[in-house]
């Protein structure tokens, strides 16, 4: 473990759902939290990445870690995969839920209705199952703390054209996340929401981008540095950094909040 990021140890004790681990944001924050003394439960559908973090985890801390190959829009494996983390860490605390999709890109006559429920099924119904089973076990332990990936794009970033699925999903999930910490405050269970600029993943990965872009993409020039404090996107470990946060006590009189992780970015488009 390297000495210099286990700067604190938040979270010895405490057990973490990540949806999306196996890379990008998901991954950061699963090595941040288990750096810091979390039990994280990896739920991601692509497995070699999942697993080989699992590996890398275990051997940083002794059983720490524990991968689960979920699509957590499939209800049937999102109850199973959340009742076998419990029985396997023994109870829950933090839940990070984090997978996404950018998904299909295109004019909106143009998008198919198959292309439309895809993005809103991982999107959406992959958080809103993330949260289903979770919350009962949050619950039982009188509290916890709940952090939902939304975006920039839907929030305050309305500029990218064609990407009126993935929005939709990320304006859903803000109103969501706000509905739920109302909802929840009585249980002491805290629940944000992030809305990241632009970060180094992978995730477009998941691009399926029309090839009818020309048609409605208005040419807007913005000024020089898309990102004006990072000078580039973002790391996933800065957004690690805030996911933390949230999940720990340092937060403890923080819900409902959308914070926006841009470098500024929106500031400008
Ligand atoms: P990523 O592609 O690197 O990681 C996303 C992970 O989610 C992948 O491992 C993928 O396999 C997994 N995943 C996708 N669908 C899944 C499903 N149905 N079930 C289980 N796992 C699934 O991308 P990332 O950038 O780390 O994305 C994480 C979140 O951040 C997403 O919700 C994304 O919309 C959001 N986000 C990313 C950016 C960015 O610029 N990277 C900006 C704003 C918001």
Redesign the pocket.
């Known amino acids: 473990m390297s000495p210099n990021i286990a700067k604190k140890q938040r979270f010895i004790g405490k057990t973490a759902i990540i ?9 950061a924050t699963a090595i941040q939290m288990a750096r810091e003394g979390a039990n994280v439960a990896l ?4 497995n070699d ?2 697993f080989a973090l699992e590996q890398k985890l275990n051997k940083l801390r002794k059983d720490c870690a524990f991968a689960i190959d ?4 499939d209800e049937k494996r999102m109850e199973e995969a959340v009742r076998k983390t419990v029985e396997h860490f023994g109870g829950l605390d933090i839940v990070f839920a ?5 998904g299909a890109v295109g004019p909106i006559e143009e998008l198919s209705l198959s292309d439309w429920q895809h993005t809103i099924n ?2 959406l119904t ?1 958080m809103f199952l993330t949260l289903k089973y979770s919350i009962p076990h949050l619950k039982s332990k009188g509290k916890g703390s709940i952090i939902i ?5 839907g929030n305050t970033r309305f500029a990218s054209f064609g990407w009126s699925p ?1 929005s939709t999903t ?1 304006a859903g999930q803000v109103a969501f996340a706000k509905m739920a910490a109302l909802e929840l405050a009585k249980f002491k269970i805290r629940v944000n929401v992030i ?9 477009d ?2 691009t399926e981008m029309s090839e009818d872009m020309g048609a409605i993409v208005i040419p807007i020039e913005f000024p020089d540095g898309a990102q004006p404090l990072a000078e580039g ?1 973002g790391k ?1 470990e800065n957004v690690a950094e805030l996911v933390s946060f949230l999940a720990s006590d340092e937060s403890i009189h923080i819900t409902g909040a959308q914070i926006v992780i841009d470098g500024a970015e929106s500031l400008l488009s």
């Open positions: 949806t999306g681990a196996g890379s990008g944001i998901g991954r739920f991601d559908l692509v990445r999942t979920v699509d957590t829009s984090n997978a996404g999709i950018n991982v999107n992959g990936t939304s975006s920039i794009n993935y990320k809305c990241p600029g632009a970060i180094s993943t992978n995730i990965e998941s996107p996933p």
